[in-house]
């Protein structure tokens, strides 16, 4: 069995049993966006609460990039659905000391990111008050295609791949990184993506979504991780293994297709950024690492641990 | 000329004017709800954030309460275009002191909202801080009809109407008014409206909104206001008027419409909250109200004054 579902997870699970079904929900609570039927598409919705301290630090990050990301996380969360962002709303609560001139810089964030992926802001909230600065983004987008990508849908045999290399985000690539809005694009025009997720709270922990929703195990090949220069480099008491499975904040893509899918994958490459083949499904629920040994050992869930103390937008 | 829009005004219409436009928004910042275009449809998206010691007090209001005004006055949005909410997204956060507790109570408060306004909670974000508790709702809605109903299209000639009755909102009525989804309804069934607006900011503030939108003025009739109980029998150094015509937050209904309709109106009554003919458009863009004694005085924007201090939720 996989083990230890976070407190957040759970209190969210007690909230999505709470809720009267209502019709045009496709899919609701549990997934980077939910899924609504709108006339005869399919729209995707998701939100994410950046809190100063928690996810950013207003003393040492430029209120411009702190815009960028609040709307980046985002648009990474409609690009795990496959989708394509459309519109978002900005709710700003601003310190007093700090609200005109902060509000302007953070729009100016905002903007950059919105023009890049042709999102429209179209509105939201402004307060200011004795508080920390709080942003938040509601995005809506809509599916690509017939149908958007969800985590439940990974098959014993699959291959899983992640996008770009992973670790060390921290050190600053969380607040410049690019949301892999037209690589997802890319890989949903050419494979059959049978789940997807991005990776915020860590490879190995976002990995778990996937299985748990589809009722699967993994094994991930150590050896075929990809592991930044950030990861390498920095000092830390983590090897650079250790911090490319457990990091958060990567918002790379990690997915899996048949392996008829990955063997294409592997031989057409069709994204500048790389692709790495990490691992397979199984049938059996449990998530172990094959060390570079051949050995493989189990693969608890690292990297932010998602509960209620968690920093991680998802 | 109208005078002194509010700091708050200033910035967000700034912010208008350096958006790009994007193919699919009829309506971006500015209004109770931007109008976006989703295929053959329209929707509607709105959000507003609620902070703890600006709009409610997490001391004195129960948690179940603040849940459900946090998505009441999103549904006054939508309602206030003549909408119908489809879904929400929900994000909180929580003082780590009091998350999960603190959180399954708000929890309640939305979800009996929710399903009483078939609104769907279909996601958000939950983080726990050593900050104040926050809690932002953003709403999608849909266009009931073929056009939704904006702040800009009232005209010289059209009677004011006001829903319910206004004033003293604070000493209670904040935290437990309903939104007025289906008087919307029945109102765009019944007639043509030209311009609504939900009273969010105080009476003659969010008249403002409408005539500077439409380019009009307006005459207030003082002895028509309905004031409520709470305004006549709360102790205040202003009178039961100046409270009906200044207060924030009575999310009551303001709309112009033809007199033909105003009269239909009047002689039909369809609302079982009451409805009172207020005033009349004017194409002198300028707002007075005519007193009991039949002198004309100039109004001024009074309410809370929608600056960034400002803690009303539009």
Chains 1, 2 share one sequence.
């Not at 050190?171 to 025009?189: D, I, M």
């Not at 748990?212 to 983590?238: K, M, V, Y």
Request: one cysteine or more; hydrophobic letters at 45%.
């Amino acid at each position: 069995m996989l083990p230890d579902k976070s407190p957040e997870f759970a209190l969210i699970e007690s909230f999505r049993d709470q809720l009267r079904a209502v019709p045009g929900v496709e899919l609701g609570i549990g997934d980077d966006a939910a899924i609504v039927e709108w006339g005869s598409r399919l729209g995707l919705l998701a939100a994410d609460m950046l809190l100063d301290g928690v996810h950013f630090d207003s003393s040492s990050q430029s209120p411009v990039e702190i815009g960028r990301k609040a709307l980046a996380v985002n648009l990474s969360d409609v690009a795990a659905m496959a989708g394509v962002p459309r519109f978002a709303l900005v709710s700003l609560a601003l310190p007093r000391s700090a609200s005109d001139r902060l509000a302007v810089s953070v729009f100016e964030g905002l903007k950059s990111m919105a023009n890049e992926f042709d999102t429209a802001i179209v509105g939201g909230d402004t307060t200011s008050w004795n508080g920390p600065f709080v942003i938040n983004v509601a995005i809506v987008g809509e599916v690509a295609g017939e149908r958007a990508v969800k985590r439940s849908g990974a098959r014993p045999g699959d291959w899983l791949f992640v996008t770009g290399e992973l670790g060390g985000s921290l050190s600053g690539r969380h607040l410049t990184f690019a949301p892999r809005v037209r690589e997802a694009q890319t890989l949903h025009q050419t494979v059959e993506l049978h789940a997807m997720i991005d990776v915020s709270d860590g490879l190995v922990a976002d990995l778990y979504h996937i299985l748990e929703e589809s009722g699967t195990g993994a094994i991930l090949n150590a050896t075929a991780i990809p592991i930044s220069a950030a990861a390498r480099h920095s000092a830390a008491d983590q090897s650079p293994l250790e911090k490319a499975l457990g990091d958060g904040e990567d918002f790379e893509l990690l997915f899996a297709v048949s392996p008829e899918d990955g063997a294409k994958l592997v031989s057409t490459n069709p994204l500048e950024i790389g692709l790495s083949h990490i691992g397979e499904i199984t049938a059996e629920p449990t998530c172990l690492l094959r060390t570079d040994t051949g050995a493989l050992t189990p693969l608890p869930r690292l990297g932010w641990a998602h509960a209620l103390s968690d920093p991680s937008p998802d």
